[in-house]
């Protein structure tokens, strides 16, 4: 009731007003300082880190993956090309519901587990945001319209066509050529920071032969664009672009229809054909048989396909020209031939009387010739003609391991080849440091007769064994084998390892005339092959034992399973005055070099040097599908 | 001198200016303060060029907000008609009706996202709180001055429950921003009315200790969720702290100058959440920059002071209490908002005042400032003799 007593005072009322309103006016505008002070903080002060904050929210870099490099052969034939092919894409960001979209996509199309696996290892990878995964590659035209029937029911799926590896002829240059296949998690592994840059948003690389070994070539540079988009992560339209730089061609020495002489001649037998040009060291045809289809791998090989390739007792993916390591036996004699003569330890018109056999003095080991009844009277060229093994015995005792080794090496035998393809093994050619250090043994007298006649631990490759006989040829001259002529238009060059310039021409003319005799001559062990042929060529055969026969036991071939028999061996080169072509056959149990390995090279020299190949009537594909 | 005295005497018999013979001006005759119109013109003129980017230039959007444009300028021209006489002694009914309101909304209200805010009247949907909003200091500024001032312990306490029970239906839907703010409107004409500063420190002291118990009892996970966004929002990047990441962003890449009218990416490339609605400032500061910002808190202060003045004027305290604390609520929107956007108060529903898209807001506050104008222009009879 007291309040009624307190009169209202307008006038008090009005000027405690005024002053809250003056310090309300000063409260807003400290209020407004404060909100200033933020946005010149946000805008002004950080506006870098924004700025970028922004541009990292809707620029995103896109990589444009060039186009891989061709592969030609000599004459221009393609081996290896790139071909459209419809992939089915999921962008897992844009997909509701992965699992249940993939048991649809499963009722329209078919897809295999493996498919699946594959795409779920992809998926749970490291991967960039927004980056389409593979699905399904090689769709065909019925299931493509199929998936353009249910595109309203999938979203984040897409069907686009990109560019596959392609090898119209993958049986050939299985090895050779080699293929493309899927970056696997070992790979990943082992990439440089670089490499990692530009196989992010890559699915193959080059996994053997020339895809692998001219991979940075062949691969030519990624491109680049930054493209703008929103929040969902649709693209809205491009702001940069960096064009990618095309891979480089390949053009290769390597002469398609040289190559399915080798392959024809071969036929279902194991073993390895390489064929060398002698004045450049450019491979002309290099072959491992049996081989297998290379497409398979391009976009993944199938479980079933695969172990059907490596459970294979023909080891269709070894390669035999560079990995497979045989005894050279009779095709390193004239090789030897020429390290005797040439460290003086026999002269030309040296000779010994070949009773079948060899004997040390303090030894009552017998060294075998492969002819029990001996040579009689032989001298160096006799004994390369014959394939004496008595002669060579006393020629590499007198020499000694040390020249062997010496005269071994400038041939290239116990040596990288360096040829342009990876994964060579390097064979061996042994000498005294190297029994010391790999078998902590001494050198016996007796391991010196055995490389005479190139067995005991001497091993060389198929593609070693051509180098050498293409040096021979060239008299000393040794190039480093290549495949590659010209790398994207630019010619490569050809390299010389090493040239035996104190070896006397006489020395060389004593060898190749003995090597003509092996063709040519009637005691030639490879006269067979000498028959009908219309031009002259050189030769030399070998025969390797793939079990070690004991003394006093006799060698019975019917007795031995097929893949017990001996591996049968031919060199040589042609035309004989001016040496073109070098050759090296292996036929992995093909019992004798004179029967089974020189006639395949016969074929090879009959069409080089006469410039004909049969026409190729039947598709390759067809000609042979077992591997 | 002679105007100081007569301008006394009115001010002191504010009635009698209605019974004194007056030629009145034009803007005197529709009732209308021609500066505070021109601020408020260019104001949502402004308004409607940032909106049209933030909503990527959708017509329907903006035809729907221009019509709620027309309807907010003739419900302000209305407003500024009605004698305020009149709005002081019916004061009692519009705020009883607005919690009648409330409380329907409790029962028969919709909404979204686990609130319940808005009553729908066939296709037309409106909230009850944003009546309260105008009708809160209404009734404040009424009951408080029909008593001398400043007020009194015992008439401090009527009116704290006058604030509550409205206050704490809000809080009810839930709608921890809308109730505070309504709290804050009644609270204003307290401040106004000379409430002594041993109070509002022990108030303040009171919300500090308050802090706590508030924090673990009464506010709801997403609300809490909300203010540790606010300092820490990269705990959350891709969910609570996305907004105001993106916002912060959007604001920070405009720079000075910005990158110019439709061209904001954080905005039209959907980064930032809500553009056109409460983050509507930050699709400004993208486009027109640092710049833009200074320009439309410059707007913002002009429209403030000019409300103020008209305050100051008043006839009579209820006029003064009422237009002060309309002032000062329109000033806590822009700094709730603004702050808000530029991540330096917590992340409630407070659109940016006449800007942001959105129609009871927008007629709310144009009701509001039609009580102005009718504030301005009934004190203007006498002033301008």
Redesign the interface.
């Known amino acids: 009731m007291r ?1 009624r007593e ?9 000027s ?3 002053g ?2 003056i310090v ?2 000063f409260i ?2 400290v ?2 300082g ?3 002070t ?3 903080s ?3 002060i ?2 870098q ?3 970028t ?3 990292k ?2 620029i995103l870099v896109q990589t444009i993956i060039p186009n891989r490099g061709l592969i030609y052969d000599t004459n221009g034939e393609l081996l290896a090309d790139n071909r459209p092919s419809f992939t089915l894409f999921l962008i897992p960001e844009r997909v509701n519901d992965v699992s249940s979209t993939l048991s649809l996509l499963k009722t329209i199309i078919s897809i295999n587990d493996q498919t699946l696996q594959e795409f779920y290892d992809l998926l749970n990878d490291e991967r960039p945001p927004y980056q389409a995964i593979p699905l399904r590659h090689r769709l065909t035209e019925e299931e493509i319209a199929r998936l353009a029937v249910n595109k309203y029911r999938l979203s984040g799926v897409s069907v686009d066509a990109q560019l596959v590896r392609s090898y119209p002829k993958p049986y050939l240059f299985a090895h050779t050529v080699g293929y493309v296949g899927k970056i696997n998690k070992k790979e990943k592994a082992r990439f440089s920071e670089e490499e990692r840059k530009r196989y992010k948003y890559m699915l193959t690389i080059g996994k053997i032969g020339l895809e692998k070994y001219y991979e940075s070539q062949l691969f030519g540079e990624m491109g680049y664009q930054n493209v ?5 992560g649709r693209v ?1 339209r491009t702001l940069e672009r960096v064009p990618p730089v095309s891979g480089k061609d390949l053009r290769l020495y390597m002469d398609s229809r040289l190559q399915k002489v080798a392959w024809e001649a071969m036929g279902n037998r194991r073993g390895a054909v390489v064929a060398i040009d002698v004045k450049t060291g450019g491979v002309l045809a290099m072959l491992s048989t049996p081989t297998f289809n290379t497409n398979l791998f391009v976009t993944g090989i199938s479980h079933k396909d695969y172990s059907a390739l490596t459970n294979s007792l023909d080891l269709p993916l070894f390669d035999r020209t560079i990995q497979g390591r045989y005894p050279p036996a009779s095709t390193v004699k004239p090789a030897l031939g020429i390290a005797g003569l040439a460290s003086r330890s026999i002269t030309p018109t040296y000779r010994i009387f070949d009773p079948g056999y060899y004997k040390l003095e303090n030894d009552d080991r017998l060294y075998r010739d492969w002819n029990p009844r001996g040579h009689g009277w032989v001298n160096v060229h006799k004994a390369i003609i014959e394939s004496s093994d008595t002669f060579f015995y006393d020629m590499a005792y007198r020499t000694g391991v040390d020249q062997l080794y010496h005269y071994g090496s400038q041939f290239g035998l116990g040596k990288y080849t360096h040829i342009d393809i990876p994964n060579e093994l390097s064979g061996l050619w042994p000498s005294r440091e190297w029994k010391r250090s790999a078998r902590q043994l001494p050198w016996f007298p007796g391991d010196t007769l055995n490389i005479g006649i190139g067995q005991g631990d001497a091993l060389a490759t198929p593609l070693q064994l051509a180098v050498m006989v293409s040096t021979i040829a060239n008299r000393g001259v040794r190039h480093k084998p290549r495949l590659v002529k010209e790398i994207g238009g630019e010619p490569a060059q050809s390299e010389v390892v090493s040239a035996m310039e104190n070896v006397s021409d006489k020395y060389w003319d004593v060898v190749h005339n003995a090597m003509y005799g092996v063709v040519h001559a009637s005691n030639g062990t490879g006269r067979r092959i000498g028959r009908g042929i219309n031009y002259k060529m050189a030769g030399k055969t070998g025969t390797a034992q793939v079990v070690g026969i004991k003394q006093g036991e006799k060698y019975d071939s019917e007795a031995l399973s097929e893949r017990h028999r001996d591996h049968a061996l031919f060199i040589g080169f042609a035309p004989f005055d001016a040496p073109q072509i070098a050759i090296a056959v292996i036929v992995e149990n093909g019992e004798a070099g004179s029967s089974a390995a020189a006639p395949v090279a016969r074929k090879l020299f009959d069409a080089y040097i006469s410039d004909e190949y049969p026409e190729q009537v039947q598709s390759e594909l067809a000609s042979r599908r077992k591997p | 001198m002679s105007s100081v005295r007569h301008y006394d005497f009115l ?2 018999m504010p009635e009698a200016s209605h019974d004194l013979r007056q030629r009145l001006s034009f803007w005197q005759v529709i009732h209308i303060d021609p500066i505070l119109l021109l601020l408020l013109f260019a104001l949502t003129v402004c308004g409607l060029w940032v909106l049209y980017s933030a909503s990527e230039g959708n017509i329907r959007m903006m035809q729907r907000q221009g019509v709620f444009f027309v309807i907010a300028y003739i419900g302000l021209f209305a407003v500024a008609q009605v004698r305020l006489s009149l709005v002081a002694r019916w004061s009692i009914f519009l705020y009883l009706g607005g919690v009648a309101l409330l409380i329907a909304v409790l029962f028969i209200g919709v909404g979204a996202k686990g609130a319940q805010r808005w009553l729908s009247l066939g296709s037309f949907r409106f909230q009850p709180s944003e009546i309260m909003k105008l009708a809160m200091p209404i009734v404040i500024s009424a009951y408080l001055s029909s ?4 007020p ?1 312990f ?1 008439h401090i306490f009527w009116l704290l429950i006058l604030v509550f029970v409205p206050t704490s239906l809000i809080m009810l839907q839930p709608d921890l921003g809308t109730s505070i703010l309504v709290a804050a409107s009644g609270l204003i004409v307290l ?4 409430l002594s500063w041993r109070y509002i420190l022990a108030a303040f002291t009171l919300i500090v200790m308050s802090i706590w118990p508030m924090w673990q009892y009464v506010l709801r996970d997403y609300q809490r969720q909300r203010v540790i966004t606010l300092f820490d929002p990269e705990s959350d990047p891709q969910g609570a702290g996305w907004n105001i990441i ?1 916002s ?9 100058t910005g990158k110019g009218w439709l061209e904001g ?2 905005s ?4 930032l959440p809500e553009s056109h609605t409460d983050f509507i400032i930050a699709v400004l ?1 993208e486009e027109f ?2 710049i833009g ?2 320009v439309l ?1 410059a707007l ?2 002009l429209i ?2 000019r409300g ?1 003045v008209i ?2 004027n ?1 006839q ?2 209820f006029r ?2 009422l237009a ?1 604390s309309i002032t ?1 609520t329109f ?1 806590i929107y822009v ?1 709730v908002n ?2 808000m956007v ?3 108060l917590p992340v409630v529903g407070v659109p940016l005042p006449l800007v942001s898209l959105g129609g009871t807001s927008l007629v709310t506050l144009m009701l509001g400032f039609g009580v102005l104008m009718a504030i301005s222009t009934e004190q203007r009879r006498v002033v301008n003799k």
């Open positions: 309040e307190h009169l209202k005072d307008h006038h008090r009322e009005a405690i007003f005024t809250r309103v309300t006016l807003v505008l209020m407004l404060v909100l200033l933020r946005y010149y946000l805008q002004v950080h506006y880190n924004y700025a904050e922004s541009d929210n809707r703008e988009k929103n929040a969902l809205l | 001010r002191r008593k001398a001032l400043p009194r015992k401040f106004y009315a000379g993106q912060k962003t959007a604001i920070g890449s405009g720079g000075i990416t954080q039209h490339l959907n980064f500061a920059g640092f910002v200074v808190l913002y202060l403030i002071f103020l305050a100051v008043g009579d305290s003064r209490l002060g000062l000033f700094f603004v702050g530029a991540g330096l």
